[in-house]
């Protein structure tokens, strides 16, 4: 995990086979939110690579009712553990919403449902925002009639102009002039205004199968 990016969230998930109860030692890895009051060997192994790799354990962390946070039963169906975990990022751990079993999903297994609600934000790419430059046309101004008349005057004179001109029979410069005599009377009588860029939040939700 040492080799992932450290703006990449990390998410482990799997059958840890981990009985974690209540300590608060170990709450600022695991928090107390978990049905067990004794614990087995993986407990210190989950929590030893937890803290090594720098991750919490999200599985514990979250205010469920007991049926909601087991993720195993017994053949019997008299023990009831929560053993499967998953683990996130530490500096990225606010991105989990929700860690919770789902009893009611037919996964062919001893052990239930765990799903994780996640939400992360993404970066608008560099060079999408430089080729965005967040101007746009102050298009509330054709409202006005004066304005409007104005617009339509100089657009009618910039195309009886480009009849006139000779671009060579090349589509591509005849395509730019065709935009910049858009451009320049939009700009001219009408202005232009400012656009608020948003970075933008995606929410996502991953399940797993234990």
């Not at 169906?77 to 751990?93: E, F, P, S, V």
Request: hydrophobic share 35%; net charge positive; proline share 3%.
């Amino acid at each position: 995990m040492y080799h992932f990016p450290k703006y990449h969230m990390k998410i482990l998930l799997g059958d840890f086979n981990a009985k974690v109860r209540r300590e608060n030692i170990l709450k600022p890895t695991i928090w107390n939110e978990n049905p067990h009051q004794d614990t087995n060997d993986n407990c210190v192994r989950i929590v030893s690579l937890a803290t090594s790799k720098n991750l919490v354990v999200k599985t514990t962390m979250f205010l469920h009712r007991n049926i909601h946070k087991c993720s195993w039963t017994s053949p019997d169906g008299k023990t009831q553990n929560q053993i499967d975990h998953t683990l996130a990022d530490r500096r990225w751990h606010s991105s989990i919403l929700d860690v919770r079993s789902f009893r009611g999903a037919d996964c062919d297994t001893d052990h239930y449902l765990v799903v994780a609600k996640a939400k992360e934000r993404f970066a608008v790419c560099k060079q999408a925002a430089h080729k965005f430059d967040g101007e746009g046309f102050n298009l509330r101004k054709l409202s006005e009639l004066d304005d409007r008349k104005q617009y339509q005057f100089e657009i009618i004179n910039r195309f009886a102009a480009l009849e006139n001109l000779n671009d060579g029979g090349d589509i591509n410069r005849a395509w730019e002039n065709i935009k910049e005599n858009i451009k320049t009377p939009a700009k001219e009588s009408l202005g232009l205004h400012e656009l608020k860029q948003h970075k933008p939040w995606f929410g996502e939700e991953y399940s797993g199968f234990f």
